[in-house]
């Protein structure tokens, strides 16, 4: 049974999952935002997106671009959690996860270091 939680609870979530990341990796994100939505309109299980140039891959010519866009899919998430204290973790999780790849870390590097 999905977790029932209002939008702005959620957020919240979200914000203090954001509040989890050390200072050094904070200040060193460029160029990208959170974004909340409901669900991945093609893959309406998937919990979080990470959808931009990652940041070890971007050269020179980077500049004048849209923000690198990080989705976590509200509906999703509490869908695939039991309660609310697990919907917490799982925020957490995936938005570390989503994260992780901005600096251009991999799915396989980060089920190793069980963020996956």
Known sequence: MPVEMSRQRFEELVGEALDLIPPEFATAMDNVVVLVEDRHPEE????????GIALPLR?????????????????ALLDYCSSEDEVVDEVAVTVVHEIAHHFGIDDDKL??????
Request: proline share 6%; glycine share 20%; hydrophobic share 30%.
């Open 44 to 51: 309406p299980g998937l919990l979080g997106l990470y959808h």
């Open 59 to 75: 050269t020179t010519d980077y500049g004048g671009v849209l923000p690198d866009r990080i989705t976590i899919y509200r509906e």
């Open 111 to 116: 089920h190793e270091l069980g963020w996956g």
